[in-house]
């Protein structure tokens, strides 16, 4: 039967999932045009030479798409925060400096 199970990983936000989605269909795209040039020269074709200029043109817009994925993951955590989890070293500090913060108070 249906057992309904919770996600591992958390879903992405809005903005970088559309990014994200973006940039597979451009390098999808480039991957086809890149292969599509790739057996236009093997046959000698006249369209070889400018599927190869638009694989390099899409070459460079596939390297922005994903750069664009990165940027806007980043920007994502600087405005909206980032979840993280102190480290027990981290942890423990804190509860010391709490326990003197206290033991301060207590004297005055």
């Known amino acids: 039967m249906w057992v309904e199970e919770p996600a591992t990983r958390r879903r992405l936000p809005d903005p970088v999932r559309t990014a994200a ?8 795209l480039t991957l086809t045009d890149a292969s599509i040039a790739f057996f236009l020269t093997l046959t000698t074709s006249w369209l070889a030479f400018p599927m190869v200029l638009g694989g390099i043109a899409l070459t460079v817009v596939a390297t922005w798409a994903v750069l664009d994925v990165w940027i806007t993951r980043q920007t994502w955590n600087q405005r909206h925060g980032v979840v993280s989890e102190p480290s027990s ?20």
């Open 89 to 108: 070293t981290a942890r423990a500090r804190r509860r010391a400096a709490r326990a003197a913060r206290r033991e301060e108070l207590r004297r005055v």
């Open 21 to 28: 989605v973006r940039a597979v269909v451009v390098v999808a």
